[in-house]
């Protein structure tokens, strides 16, 4: 039931791209993406909704394929402020409100 | 700041003690939900209430309870602690199921 991210953890360098996937055995309502970097809360970046609508940052893109089953977060530009873990989270098609997270890609930008 | 408030920040205590860890939501928001965090691992989802009622539970133990009360204040209930009890414990608030979780800064619990 717990979705799956890969990579697992990503080292960049500033002005590089990354994309973060994450994959559901089970149909899905909705996919949200959060950041959390060490010490800190969880942070929102986007949410997916089943049938096309986006809701998030605007420096932020993702791309829900609701057929598949999948999410992918897409970083473009990378700055050493993306560093951090990302989550993503999904509600299954049934949105019975229980909002599980996957296991976290760690990514490091370095200058 | 998010505008969720855990309280206390900290905790520290001994097995077989039990404690209560208290969430205010963001003014508006209705549901609560509870995530347990151990060491560098994943958000474990715990429990999530919507305007008082239990909406949906994940793997929470049979020591651990909650509720939201009317004011959608809402508690966790740990009991019979256990060292691997040990971990940050989120809430999070949203205003519906479309809406993005904001995260308080966590109670960060520690039992020896």
């Known amino acids: 039931q717990q979705p799956v991210q890969s990579p697992q953890a990503v080292i960049l360098r500033e002005g590089e791209d990354a994309v973060i996937n994450c994959s559901s055995s089970?149909?899905?309502?909705?996919v949200h993406w959060y950041r959390q970097k060490h010490g800190e809360a969880p942070v929102f970046l986007m949410i997916?909704?089943?049938?096309?609508e986006q809701k998030g940052h605007e420096k932020i893109s993702a791309s829900f394929n609701e057929k598949k089953q999948q999410s992918s977060l897409y970083l473009t530009a990378s700055q050493l402020s993306y560093s951090g873990t990302y989550f993503c989270?999904?509600?299954?098609?049934?949105?019975?409100?229980?909002?599980?997270f996957g296991q976290g890609t760690t990514l490091q930008v370095k200058p | 700041d998010s505008g969720v408030t855990q309280t206390p920040k900290h905790l520290i205590t001994a097995t077989g003690q039990r404690v209560t860890l208290r969430c205010s939501p963001r003014?508006?928001?209705?549901?609560v939900y509870w995530y347990q965090q151990s060491l560098d691992q994943g958000l474990q989802f715990l429990i999530h209430?919507?305007?008082?009622?239990?909406?949906a539970k994940g793997n929470i133990l049979e020591r651990f309870s909650a509720q939201q009360f009317p004011d959608l204040h809402s508690e966790l209930n740990l009991s019979s602690l256990e060292l691997g009890d040990s971990a940050l414990y989120f809430c999070?608030?949203?205003?519906?199921?479309?809406?993005?979780?904001?995260f308080g800064n966590g109670t960060r619990l520690t039992v020896t």
């Open positions: 989270g999904t509600l299954g098609s049934s949105n019975t409100g229980k909002l599980i």
């Open positions: 997916l909704l089943k049938g096309g």
């Open positions: 209430y919507y305007n008082g009622e239990e909406r």
């Open positions: 089970k149909a899905l309502y909705s």
């Open positions: 003014s508006g928001d209705l549901s």
């Open positions: 999070a608030s949203s205003g519906y199921s479309d809406s993005p979780l904001h």
